[in-house]
């Protein structure tokens, strides 16, 4: 928990220096270096390596809950985050993304297109070309990037935590419109599962044409 809070921390550190002028998300794309270009090639390479990914995860939200649960990824475009303990849950089921109250059969849906998440769940990603970069920092084995999703006019962005010597990602803050961060920290990945597809279906809930 104490290394979770501190990269929690470099997170919110690095949107501060990124945003302090007032500047938006969409005029602060920076220009990287050589090794910069190279350090979110090395995670781009990451992202695309796998298919299906099961792991736990830790979450705080944006009002500073902390929650727990497991994470199941299936490429293209499936996720679901199943809580511990909590009747929240989020599935996409590769077009939408459903947010849903199981005990009141409620939720929402955003297409997931719209979403920074889609860059964690497509089938293959170029992080170079289809994101600004909006900050770049490492340190300490650490590299932490924020990427904004060039089709996203929404105004959220990503920032994906790269573990250098683990050679995998270990955490994300998603970050919306209106500047809430939600910030998932990964541990215990395992690859190659199968799945059961109902696992990544939502329901009737609110449902789009």
């Known amino acids: ?16 220096i990124g945003f302090a002028n007032g500047a938006s998300a969409k005029n602060a794309a920076l220009s990287l270096n050589a090794e910069q270009q190279q350090a979110v090639r090395q995670l781009n390479d990451y992202i695309n390596s796998f298919q299906t990914l099961k792991c736990a995860f830790s979450q705080v939200s944006p009002k500073g ?7 199941y990824i299936a490429k293209p475009g499936k996720l679901r985050f199943d809580y511990a303990n909590n009747p929240l849950l989020i599935i996409s089921d590769g077009r939408w993304l ?39 920092d490492s340190q300490d084995g650490l590299t932490t990037v924020s990427l904004q999703d060039r089709k996203d006019n929404l105004g959220g962005y ?8 683990l050679k995998r990602l270990t955490q994300w803050t998603v970050v919306d419109g209106k500047d809430r961060r939600t910030t998932v920290q990964l541990s215990n990945v395992e690859f ?14 609110n449902k789009q044409p």
Do not use: C
């Open 98 to 136: 459903t947010i849903k109250d199981r005990q009141r059969e409620r939720g929402d849906q955003f297409p997931l297109s719209a979403t920074p998440l889609r860059l964690v769940v497509s089938p293959q990603v170029d992080l170079l070309a289809e994101t600004n970069v909006i900050a770049f």
């Open 192 to 205: 190659g599962g199968k799945f059961d597809p109902k696992l990544f279906v939502s329901g009737d809930i």
């Open 65 to 71: 809950t902390l929650t727990n649960g497991t994470l």
């Open 158 to 165: 990503i920032t994906l935590i790269y573990d250098q010597k």
């Open 1 to 16: 928990m104490k290394n979770f809070l501190k990269v929690v921390g470099i997170v919110l550190s690095m949107a501060y």
